[in-house]
């Protein structure tokens, strides 16, 4: 059970939508179902029925406790920097050569006339 795992669940949990959930989070629908699936695997039991209405099981209502807990505890995540912008632009030159194809002629070349 890692960080990232409760997180998720407890976000899944406050929504009680795991679309909304997964916006939030900024992340994809299905990364957030595997980590939820994981996190059931883990602990044995399933802790989110999923369908028309999306509710949090006993097992998940005693994890959501400890997840809170553990995530109040936990030191914030690091926030990575996004690299800048920019850099030296490369010009095309030509349009080069395509792949030699076996038993075609080669592209861009002329045939020599009889």
Known sequence: ????????????A???HFPRAAERLGI????????????EEEVGH??????KDTTVTRAGNVLLEEARERIAAAP????QKKAPA??????????????AVKGQPKPYKKRQGR
Request: proline share 6%; net charge positive; charged share 25%.
């Open 86 to 99: 920019g850099g030296k632009a490369k010009a095309n030159k030509g349009k080069g050569r395509a792949p």
């Open 28 to 39: 994809s629908l299905a990364s957030l179902y595997s980590s939820i699936e994981k996190l």
């Open 1 to 12: 059970m890692n960080i990232t795992q409760l997180r998720n669940f407890v976000m899944v």
């Open 14 to 16: 406050e929504e009680l």
């Open 46 to 51: 399933p802790i989110i029925t999923r369908g």
């Open 76 to 79: 914030e995540p690091a926030v």
